[in-house]
């Protein structure tokens, strides 16, 4: 996991200002924490969930190690569809900026299904 963090870390350092700025992310409220990561702000601020539970990793849709994730969780879901694998992948700490679209894109593609 700590290697995924690093790919992200390091597209997101290079254009900060901008991704905060982005319109399809300014809904997410999207804030700056350590080590340049940019995190989404949900309402589970109060809660004594882990840091990163309650503020998971804004990650780009069009990135290799993003649709790995989508994969991965489809499987965890035994090729479950397209809801099943979102709501795997809600419950890591990456949220995956339009991650319905990639996930139909990965169902469509594989080969179980």
Known sequence: MLHV????????????YNLLQNKNLQELKPFIYKN?????SRRLHKS??????KHP?????????STQIVRDGHERV?????GATIQEIRNSVIWIVNCNALVRHVIHNCVKC
């Not at 990793?57 to 190690?65: E, G, K, Y």
């Open 36 to 40: 340049n990561l940019v995190c989404v």
């Open 78 to 82: 035994a090729h479950g569809g397209r």
């Open 5 to 16: 963090l690093k790919i992200f870390k390091g597209n997101i350092s290079k254009k900060k």
């Open 57 to 65: 990793i804004i990650a780009p849709n069009n990135s290799s190690v």
């Open 48 to 53: 004594s969930l882990n840091l990163v539970y």
